[in-house]
């Protein structure tokens, strides 16, 4: 096994772990056949094993989506279920369920084969990450960082979800979407530098939270009874929060703290009406 190249995520793209369903294909073929010639017992445990692999490599998707993302934050807690882990003792299992019990080899045979394919798991792929990045930066907590991050990430994917249900305002759903994409720069600026959370999490409380209500408030009426003057107030408002969110993204980057008070009771007040 000294040729066995470890797994490595990239940061650029998740890796889903295809490699493993191609155990699926000749336990396929083998029901295939088991059907054909009507032998209700092979079919029966060879359906068993590609239920036992399948599960094995959805698992393994769901860990290396997990690893991904951990590997994609400055700041993140490590994941709380160790999929992989549990991928590589059923793949040991699955491979153990197939030669022995529905591959007739010998137990020894089994168990051989079983703690190779975990240890070529473990090779390849490796486990869970299990350290949290949760490093205090200055004065700030990293678990503040992270639960406003993850409040701010929650209301935005409220907002993508309402954006989907506008149908007949197109440059309505275009400005949304816009807000969205700034927002999600500020929020991904701050995982990368996040000294100025303290300040910023007013921002993104006030700002998020306020075009949440909004977009909820505007799917959750029927689009022929919103008059044209409320159309237009909308637009007008979603032009001001773009360019707020231009300005606090500057400031972000700048490492300078943001200066909110004089257009959050504005907005809250625009919201209101």
């Known amino acids: 096994m000294a040729f066995v190249k470890k797994y490595k995520p990239k940061i650029d793209k998740t890796r889903k772990g295809y490699l493993l369903y191609i155990f699926l294909v000749p336990l396929f073929i083998a029901i295939i056949l088991a059907l054909i010639e009507r032998n209700i017992l092979a079919f029966l445990l060879n359906l068993t094993a590609f239920g036992l692999f399948y599960a094995t490599a959805k698992l393994n998707s769901l860990g290396l989506e997990n690893e991904f993302q951990y590997n994609k934050e400055k700041l993140t807690k490590a994941p709380d279920k160790p999929y992989k882990t549990f991928s590589a003792i059923l793949l040991g ?8 019990i529905a591959g007739g080899e010998s137990v020894v045979m089994g168990l051989f084969l079983s703690v190779i394919s975990s240890i070529g798991y473990y090779l390849y792929y490796g486990l869970d990450p299990r350290e949290d990045k949760l490093e205090n930066i200055g004065d700030i907590s990293a678990e503040l960082v992270l639960k406003t991050i993850s409040e701010a990430k929650s209301k935005l994917a409220k907002i993508e979800r309402d954006i989907d249900k506008i149908s007949s305002d197109n440059l309505l759903q275009k400005r949304l979407s816009l807000a969205l994409e700034k927002a999600k720069n500020i929020i991904q ?20 939270d306020g075009l949440e209500k909004v ?4 799917t959750s009426m029927d ?20 360019r707020r969110f231009d300005k606090e993204l500057i400031r972000l980057k700048k490492n300078n703290e943001f200066d909110l008070d004089v257009n959050i009771d504005v907005l809250q007040q625009q919201i209101k009406n």
């Not at 299992?93 to 022995?100: D, E």
């Not at 977009?215 to 505007?218: D, F, I, K």
């Not at 689009?223 to 773009?242: A, C, G, M, N, S």
Request: glycine share 0%.
């Open 189 to 208: 600026t701050l995982q990368e530098d996040p000294k100025d959370i303290r300040v910023a999490r007013r921002f993104l409380i006030v700002y998020i």
């Open 93 to 100: 299992l699955s491979t153990f369920f197939t030669a022995t």
């Open 215 to 218: 977009t909820n408030a505007y």
């Open 223 to 242: 689009e022929k009874d919103i008059k044209k003057e409320t159309r237009e107030k909308l637009h007008q408002l979603l032009e001001d929060v773009e």
